[in-house]
Structures are given as structure tokens and as C-alpha cells.
């Protein structure tokens, strides 16, 4: 097979201008990658890039970023330097480029020196089209004269976000890539992120030295994803009945806040026939490399994990993404989320969440390390996260309208849209349950938490209640009007509106200025009714076999052959079956049935370089052998 450089090095060669530039990318893009065309601002982004220009990209997860740097590495000569935080993903993506016939390689603390050498002497030799590598390694020297013994094409900057201190993801070794621009003045940039709200964007620009870079913002909208938020009650039995109604056999993350629970969640599902795996940073290495790739290569495993793992996985065929614990902030949230249906394909994001979330949030925030300031920004944060979790509009206009696109209409597609939500006037209750805050300061000098408050507004004579004589305050039994879990719903609401606060290890509730107005000034307050048992949403989509949902079913036998054959053939290659084929290739397969190696050459990620591997076998299959 010819290596990919070598028919776009005569475009190159002649005419470094952007026309010819724009027809040697279509090139790649067809025989390399086996599109047809780009997508959205792909074009554009790599005209601009192949003809020497810096670029800032910001694009949702699965918008397509990869093809950004990646066509315009090919196109130009040398060799496309990406730095990446995600080295335990550094050999899958390798892998996954080494099936289209591009020349990749890596560079990380995980490799041996010989394997490094073997790499840099590639590097040098410029037998490489795309060179990975950690950001601590542009600390040493030697990665410098490195680039300056080779030739580089361009350096992309891939999850830029980490080097914004305002976002979540912060990571110090990013700071140092300014000197890029410092030291090679000439070699094009490409930053790329999914989260950038304007702060986050402008801070990148900001220190990576971008200010006279292109920006590229691409709608952050990602419509096949439902967004989905439900009250937390019993949350293993709620997760166990989502994945088995609407997401059985199929991949999914579980996001749990502690090592602990990701443990117990992963266990319940395997003991009720959902395969599971745990990750968390607290497994040994192995067994975490283990668990990752399992999560890759099987069809249909689930894995329960903290925020440690996700990042730049990129399994297009996750179907959900469950929460059992608030995220701490709404560019955590959708960067989470947007792992779901990367192929474009029908998915889902689920979420419960209760009072006890808040509260332990806000112990966090109160125990944090760092300034005031510091730990304002983490309230922020959550402030807006919670907003999301009440709000009684449609999830994803207040999602987009966060990062920046406003004037959206309701999507039809999240659960406020789809069974929309009830809103009450929660006046008196508020009022009831502030002026017991208020009394027991005033004339106890007592704070307590949540469930205790509670208590006494339902006139439980617990022990707690008598001891102290709370059976005896003006307020002692006047809320029996609420059951328990609405009472809880109230204060979880007050406290997301900020009309009430909690502190400390206890929890303990305070008023602040707002409830003032509540108690004082006549304020009203609008409360979302609680669905005990949330009515599952009319398009609820069907998943199990979402991979196939307008697939006629005579041709489901041939469908369910095909991915035999590629899981037979990703197992013997030691490789995920999507980086054989994705699913949605298979589909155009089975629906166009080609005949020829000429033919299947024109499906839809059927490259040049896949077609003479696996064309023949797949004729095979076809012709029903
Ligand atoms: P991101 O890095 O932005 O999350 P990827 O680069 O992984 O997204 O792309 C998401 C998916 O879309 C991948 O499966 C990729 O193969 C596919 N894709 C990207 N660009 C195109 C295109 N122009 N035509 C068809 N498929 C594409
Ligand atoms: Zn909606």
C-alpha cells in the first residue's frame, strides 16, 4: 500500500497555497480515512492549518477534532507533534491509526528507553506522519533538540482545557507549552478542546500565546444525546432499572463521587447480571489498564468510575452516561456526558440527585484547600450545577445558554421537555421552614441539619427532639401538611436558590440575605413538584440494539454476521472492534450490499488501507460464505 505521504507530497511540493492544500486534504479524507467529506468547520480548520495558520478549536466531544490536526499532519511535510494528557490512551489511538496506514508513534514515561529511542530515531528520520506526546516530556531539553533535529509539520494541542486554572482539569506541565510558539515561531498551532466557556477559552488563549490564532467555535449542541435528572431516592436500585429497561447489554459509565461507592455500584450491577467493572484511582495500575481496556474492546460492559477515568476515551458506541452523584460543576457534567454517542447515534444521559448531594458538596467546598477565592469559584460552580438540576425549562437551552449559545429553543429531547415539569408556589412552606431555622438560632442559639429541622416540622418526638425540648417551640409540628421527601425536596431547592445555607461537617443549616426577603418582604417562591416515580419519557429511546435502529430486519442476520467476523478479527488483531469498523460502516454495508472491492471502497469509512486488509473477507461475508 502506498504510505499516505506520498501522494500528498506532490500537492505539497508544487503549491503550498490553500487550493491546492484543499485538495490534497479531500484526498486524504477519502483514501486515508474513507469519508467522503468534512464536517462542519473541519474544512475550513484544516485549510487553515495546512497553509501555516495557528487555530483555536473548541468542538463538542465527537464533533470531530481528531481529523483537524490529523489530515493536516499528513498533508504537510514532516512530522505532526500532538501533545496529549491522555497517555494511557497513547497505544490505542496509535493502534487505531496504525489500521488506516498512518505512521504514528508515541513518546511517554511508560515506554522503555529503547522503545523511545526507536521512536525519536523514526521522528528524525521522518518516518513518522504523527508523533504523540506527554506535556511533562516538553520539560527536557532533549525533546526540544528533538524537534529541532526532525522536521515538524505542526503541534497540535489536544484537551487544551488543562491549561485554563479556572476550568477542572488543570495540569501545570501545560503551562509550559507557550515556549512552542517561542522556540518554533514557524510551525503552525492547533489548540482543540470540547469545554471552553468564554472564561475557560480566553484563558487559553491567553497562555498558550493564541491571540492572533483563528477561532473556531462549533455549536456545543449534541442533539442525539437525552439529557435526563431525577430525584436520588434509592440510587443502585434506580440505576439497575434504567440500564435494564433502556440501556440492557449495551456500553455505559456509571459515575460515582467516591472509590467506596464506585466499588459497591459495580458490584451490585454484576450480582444483578449487568457486567461491570470498577475504576478508580485507588486500583493498581493493572488492573486499571485492565478495566480500560475491557471497556474498549468488549461490546456491551459497563464501567463504574470516578472523574478519573474518561478523559479521551474514545469509544464511539458508549450509549449512557449515569450520574449518581452531582457533578461539582456543568463543564465536569458535559464533558462527562458528551462520552455518550460519539457515533451520533440515539444515547443518553441520566442523572439523580438529592438533598444529601448538596450538602456533602458543600462540605467539600468548606473543607477545600485555598483561598476565599478559591473556594468562591468552587461555589460558583456548583451554584450553576444545581440551577441546571432545578430548573423547570428545557435542560439543554440552560446547557448551551452556559457555554455561551443563547437564544436556543426547547429540544424536545431532555426530560423537562418531554414530561414537563410541575411548578409550585412553595411560599408558605419556605417560610415555615426558615423561621424554624431562625428560632432555633434566636432563641436557642442552636443550628441543625436538614433532617432534624425537618423532624420537627413533621412534630416527630424522637429522642433528638426531646432532648433538647424542640417538641416545645411555636413551630413544632405546623408543616404536617408535607410528607418527608417533599419537606427534603423544599429544603434542597432553597438551598440550590441560595435562599437557605449549609455549612460544616454537620451539615447544618443557616439563613443568608435572600431568606430575609422570603420571611420578611413578601418574597414568593416557585418550587419544582417532586415525581416520586419519574415517568419515564414518551421518546425515551429504545436502546439494546441501538446500533441498528432503522435496520430492516430481513437484514439483521447479515448485520449479526458481520460483527461477528469483526469481533473475531479485532480479538485475533488485539484491537477494539470500532477500530476495525464502526458500527454505522457496518450498517451502510449492510444496507448498500456491495458487490466489489470497488464498491465497498465507496462505504463510508471503508479507507484505502482497510479495503485491501479487510475488503475481500468482508465480500466473503456478504456473498454468505
Ligand atoms: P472528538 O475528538 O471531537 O470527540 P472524533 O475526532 O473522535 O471527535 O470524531 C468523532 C467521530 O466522528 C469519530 O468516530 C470519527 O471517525 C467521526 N468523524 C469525524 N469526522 C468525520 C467526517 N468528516 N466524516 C465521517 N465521520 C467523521
Ligand atoms: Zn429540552
Not at 497553509?51 to 477534532?65: C, N, Q, R, S, Y
Not at 443563547?406 to 411548578?423: F, K, M, R, V
Amino acid at each position: 500500500m502506498t504510505p499516505p505521504d506520498a501522494f500528498v507530497a506532490a500537492a505539497t511540493d508544487t503549491d503550498s497555497g490553500a487550493a491546492a492544500g484543499s485538495g490534497a486534504a479531500q484526498e486524504v479524507l477519502r483514501r486515508v480515512f474513507g469519508y467522503d467529506s468534512f464536517r462542519g468547520d473541519q474544512r475550513e480548520i484544516v485549510e487553515h492549518v495546512v497553509a501555516g495558520g495557528d487555530a483555536l478549536v473548541l468542538m463538542p466531544t465527537g464533533g470531530g477534532k481528531s481529523l483537524c490536526y490529523q489530515v493536516p499532519a499528513l498533508v504537510r511535510p514532516g512530522v505532526g507533534v500532538v501533545i496529549s494528557p491522555l497517555i494511557a490512551l497513547m497505544q490505542n489511538q496509535v493502534d487505531a491509526l496504525s489500521a488506516l496506514g498512518v505512521r504514528a508513534g508515541f513518546l511517554n514515561s511508560t515506554q522503555f528507553p529503547d522503545e523511545r529511542r526507536t521512536v525519536e530515531a523514526q521522528f528524525v528520520a521522518g518516518e513518522l506522519d504523527l508523533l504523540y506526546l506527554a506535556p511533562e516530556r516538553l520539560r527536557l531539553e532533549s525533546t526540544a533538540q528533538l524537534f529541532d533535529r526532525g522536521k515538524v509539520a505542526l503541534f497540535a494541542i489536544d484537551e487544551a482545557h488543562c491549561v485554563s486554572q479556572w476550568g477542572h482539569d488543570f495540569r501545570p506541565d501545560y503551562l509550559g507549552l507557550s515556549m512552542l510558539h517561542e522556540r518554533w515561531p514557524d510551525v503552525p498551532r492547533i489548540a482543540l478542546t470540547a469545554t471552553a466557556t468564554a472564561k475557560t477559552s480566553d484563558e487559553i488563549v491567553q497562555r498558550l500565546d493564541l491571540g492572533s490564532a483563528r477561532r473556531f467555535v462549533a455549536s456545543f449542541d449534541r442533539p442525539n444525546i437525552q439529557y435526563r435528572i431525577e430525584p436520588k431516592n434509592k440510587p443502585d436500585r434506580q440505576l439497575l432499572e434504567f440500564i435494564r429497561t433502556e440501556h440492557a447489554g449495551d456500553a455505559g459509565i456509571v459515575y460515582c463521587l467516591s472509590r467506596n461507592s464506585v466499588e459497591k455500584t459495580a458490584a451490585f450491577l454484576t450480582e444483578n447480571g449487568v457486567s461491570a467493572v470498577p475504576y478508580h484511582a485507588g486500583l493498581d495500575n493493572r488492573t486499571r489498564a485492565e478495566n480500560q481496556t475491557r471497556f474498549l474492546r468488549e461490546e456491551g460492559l459497563v464501567v463504574v468510575a470516578t472523574i478519573a477515568f474518561g478523559m479521551g476515551i474514545d469509544k464511539p458506541d458508549v450509549r449512557f452516561v449515569a450520574h449518581l452523584d452531582l457533578p461539582k460543576s456543568v463543564e465536569g457534567y458535559y464533558q462527562e456526558t458528551g462520552r455518550a454517542g460519539r457515533d451520533g447515534l440515539p444515547s443518553t444521559a441520566w442523572m439523580v440527585y438529592g438533598l444529601n448531594d448538596v450538602v456533602q458538596q458543600r462540605k467539600m467546598i468548606d473543607s477545600s484547600e485555598g483561598d476565599a477565592a478559591h473556594r468562591r469559584q468552587l461555589q460558583l460552580h456548583l451554584d450553576a450545577m444545581l440551577a441546571l438540576c432545578e430548573t423547570v425549562s428545557c435542560r439543554r437551552v440552560q446547557l448551551l445558554n452556559y457555554f455561551g449559545q443563547h437564544d436556543q429553543q426547547p429540544c424536545g429531547n431532555c426530560d423537562t421537555c418531554l414530561t414537563p415539569a410541575e411548578s409550585w408556589d412553595g411560599t408558605v412552606p419556605a417560610q415555615k421552614l426558615l423561621s424554624t431555622v431562625l428560632r432555633l438560632k434566636r432563641e436557642r442559639g442552636q443550628s441543625f441539619g436538614a433532617g432534624h429541622i425537618v423532624d420537627i416540622l413533621l412534630g416527630k418526638k424522637n429522642p433528638k427532639v426531646l432532648q433538647h425540648d424542640h417538641h416545645e417551640l411555636k413551630v413544632f409540628g405546623i408543616g404536617t401538611d408535607l410528607r418527608d421527601i417533599e419537606w427534603r425536596g423544599v429544603v434542597r431547592q432553597l438551598l440550590a436558590g441560595g435562599l437557605l445555607a449549609v455549612h460544616g461537617d454537620y451539615g447544618v443549616l443557616t439563613l443568608t440575605e435572600a431568606s430575609n426577603e422570603v420571611l420578611f418582604d413578601g418574597r414568593q417562591v416557585l418550587l419544582r413538584r417532586e415525581r416520586e416515580r419519574p415517568t419515564k419519557p414518551a421518546r425515551a429511546v429504545k436502546a439494546g440494539k441501538a446500533a441498528a435502529p432503522e435496520m430492516a430486519s430481513a437484514d439483521l442476520p447479515l448485520f449479526e454476521r458481520l460483527r461477528e467476523w469483526r469481533a473475531a478479527t479485532s480479538k485475533e488483531q488485539g484491537v477494539p472492534a470500532y477500530v476495525v469498523f464502526h458500527d454505522a460502516t457496518l450498517r451502510e454495508i449492510v444496507a448498500r450490499k456491495p458487490t466489489s472491492l470497488a464498491e465497498l471502497g465507496s462505504v463510508s469509512g471503508v479507507g484505502e488501507n482497510k479495503l485491501a486488509k479487510y475488503g475481500e473477507q468482508v465480500l466473503e461475508v456478504l456473498a454468505g460464505e
